[in-house]
């Protein structure tokens, strides 16, 4: 462990299937007005929304609908957001949903009481904020991103073919977050599967990279291998609710910044990820998946000894007699053998991307230098070429 940090994780957690009655003991901290914000539809369905609902009207709330939060928020939904949260001076932003309300609703926390434009001051600027910040709260609906405690909120803006993350300071955590693993189970099985490769990736992004021995690497090839087991049972049976209890807990620990203390991180697949977001509107986790297999064959020369300890202690390839490539590749292979089993997309034109849309995603990719190798513009280039 040869990094130096710092460590603070401000989101208050309630966990288990009757984490949803402590709404009860956090509304009395905030003011009257809640803008309660959900996606198309799926709250209504499983009876989420009432549930919360009955809860928002027992404690007197004044209660605000912004509906309609699409995967992959927009820009201009955010302005809608910001909006709405001005008209009726909003005092907490309640998201139920997955990662797309709660980065939402963390993007529109920082907007409200702040005049410029969000999407330049934040996702093209990259500035913090500087004004008062709405508090957030979270009822998660579905596990993948980590966003229920962390700081990161992700915007996309058709028009610039841009799907950006900014990742905020500790004041923009949400302030609670209520993980029920019932309300996960009336997911469609690809969106459960998006949301596990997403877990997956966030893990492997701050996995690959470092050479020192780090705590963290242990952690994480912990957190890995419950994700792969819990996995396997939950695409045989998603009614099984220990696997999505443990599928969800996982998924907050895979990006609630504790395993990325002392790292560089990587975080290259989610640019390649996001970049194909930006141009195809796809699920991100599946974008991931995409991307994932041509990327980590491409760096692996960079990291191999990275690469051969994933594979022995992550998929459990005896290394007896083997180079360390060799090692690596027989990981490689396990970690594709388990994504084909659970079913992630396996490559972008499963997607809808074709040859001539590479050079738009390249232009929408953004490179970081904190993994093995910092990829040039053609290295991205080869490497989606070899995902399609
Ligand atoms: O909109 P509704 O009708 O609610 O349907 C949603 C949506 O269509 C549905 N869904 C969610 N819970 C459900 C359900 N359907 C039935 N039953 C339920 N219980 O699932 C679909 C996807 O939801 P969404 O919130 O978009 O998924 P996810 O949680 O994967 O969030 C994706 C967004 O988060 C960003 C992604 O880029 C993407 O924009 N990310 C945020 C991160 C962060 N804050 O740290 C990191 C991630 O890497 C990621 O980039
Ligand atoms: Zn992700």
Same mark, same amino acid.
């Given at each position: 462990?040869?990094?130096?940090?710092?460590?603070?994780?401000?989101?208050?957690?309630?966990?288990?299937?009757?984490?949803?009655?402590?709404?009860?003991?956090?509304?009395?901290?905030?003011?009257?007005?809640?803008?309660?914000?959900?996606?198309?539809?799926?709250?209504?369905?499983?009876?989420?929304?009432?549930?919360?609902?009955?809860?928002?009207?027992?404690?007197?709330?004044?209660?605000?609908?912004?509906?309609?939060?699409?995967?992959?928020?927009?820009?201009?939904?955010?302005?809608?957001?910001?909006?709405?949260?001005?008209?009726?001076?909003?005092?907490?932003?309640?998201?139920?949903?997955?990662?797309? #309300?709660?980065?939402?609703?963390?993007?529109?926390?920082?907007?409200?009481?702040?005049?410029?434009?969000?999407?330049?001051?934040?996702?093209?600027?990259?500035?913090?904020?500087? #004004?008062?910040?709405?508090?957030?709260? #979270?009822?998660?609906?579905?596990?993948?991103?980590?966003?229920?405690?962390?700081?990161?909120?992700?915007? *996309?803006?058709?028009?610039?073919?841009?799907?950006?993350?900014?990742?905020?300071?500790?004041?923009?955590?949400?302030?609670?977050?209520?993980?029920?693993?019932?309300?996960?189970?009336?997911?469609?099985?690809?969106?459960?599967?998006?949301?596990?490769?997403?877990?997956?990736?966030?893990? #492997? /992004?701050?996995?690959?990279?470092?050479?020192?021995?780090?705590?963290?690497?242990?952690? $994480?090839?912990?957190?890995?291998?419950?994700?792969?087991?819990?996995?396997?049972?939950?695409?045989?049976?998603?009614?099984?609710?220990?696997?999505?209890?443990?599928?969800?807990?996982?998924?907050?620990?895979?990006?609630?910044?504790?395993?990325?203390?002392?790292? *560089?991180?990587?975080?290259?697949?989610?640019?390649?990820?996001?970049?194909?977001?930006?141009?195809?509107? $796809? *699920?991100?986790?599946?974008?991931? $998946?995409?991307?994932?297999?041509?990327?980590?064959?491409?760096?692996?020369?960079?990291?191999?000894?990275?690469?051969?300890?994933?594979?022995? /202690?992550?998929?459990?390839?005896?290394?007896?007699?083997?180079?360390?490539?060799?090692?690596?590749?027989?990981?490689?292979?396990?970690?594709?053998?388990?994504?084909?089993?659970?079913?992630?997309?396996?490559?972008?034109?499963?997607?809808?991307?074709?040859?001539?849309?590479?050079?738009?995603?390249?232009?929408?990719?953004?490179?970081?230098?904190?993994?093995?190798?910092?990829? *040039?513009?053609?290295?991205?280039?080869?490497?989606?070429?070899?995902?399609?």
């Amino acid at each position: 462990m040869l990094g130096n940090f710092s460590y603070k994780n401000a989101t208050k957690l309630y966990f288990g299937d009757d984490s949803l009655k402590y709404l009860n003991d956090e509304l009395p901290k905030y003011g009257k007005n809640v803008q309660l914000i959900y996606g198309g539809g799926s709250v209504k369905r499983n009876g989420v929304y009432d549930a919360v609902m009955q809860i928002l009207k027992a404690n007197g709330k004044t209660v605000v609908e912004d509906a309609g939060v699409m995967p992959n928020p927009t820009a201009e939904k955010l302005r809608e957001g910001v909006r709405i949260a001005r008209e009726n001076n909003v005092d907490l932003l309640l998201a139920v949903g997955g990662g797309s #309300c709660c980065d939402y609703a963390k993007a529109v926390s920082v907007s409200v009481h702040c005049d410029d434009d969000p999407w330049d001051k934040y996702f093209i600027r990259f500035e913090e904020p500087d #004004c008062e910040i709405v508090p957030v709260g #979270c009822i998660l609906t579905m596990a993948g991103t980590g966003s229920e405690m962390n700081a990161g909120s992700v915007i *996309t803006n058709h028009e610039q073919k841009l799907k950006i993350g900014h990742v905020f300071g500790e004041e923009v955590m949400p302030k609670f977050s209520i993980l029920n693993p019932t309300f996960t189970l009336s997911l469609p099985k690809r969106q459960m599967v998006a949301g596990i490769y997403d877990i997956f990736n966030h893990i #492997c /992004e701050q996995y690959f990279s470092g050479e020192d021995d780090n705590t963290s690497d242990y952690i $994480a090839e912990a957190l890995m291998k419950s994700v792969i087991h819990s996995s396997l049972i939950a695409v045989e049976d998603p009614q099984d609710y220990e696997a999505r209890s443990n599928i969800m807990w996982s998924a907050t620990w895979a990006l609630n910044t504790l395993i990325s203390r002392g790292k *560089t991180t990587d975080w290259m697949v989610h640019m390649l990820g996001q970049a194909v977001g930006a141009i195809t509107d $796809a *699920t991100h986790g599946m974008t991931l $998946a995409a991307v994932s297999l041509p990327y980590y064959r491409f760096i692996m020369p960079y990291g191999v000894k990275k690469f051969a300890r994933f594979a022995v /202690e992550v998929w459990g390839v005896d290394p007896t007699g083997k180079t360390d490539t060799q090692t690596a590749e027989e990981g490689l292979a396990a970690m594709e053998a388990w994504m084909k089993k659970i079913g992630t997309a396996m490559d972008l034109s499963e997607l809808g991307v074709t040859e001539d849309m590479i050079e738009a995603i390249a232009d929408a990719t953004i490179i970081l230098d904190g993994g093995y190798k910092a990829l *040039t513009r053609d290295d991205v280039v080869s490497v989606l070429k070899a995902s399609l």
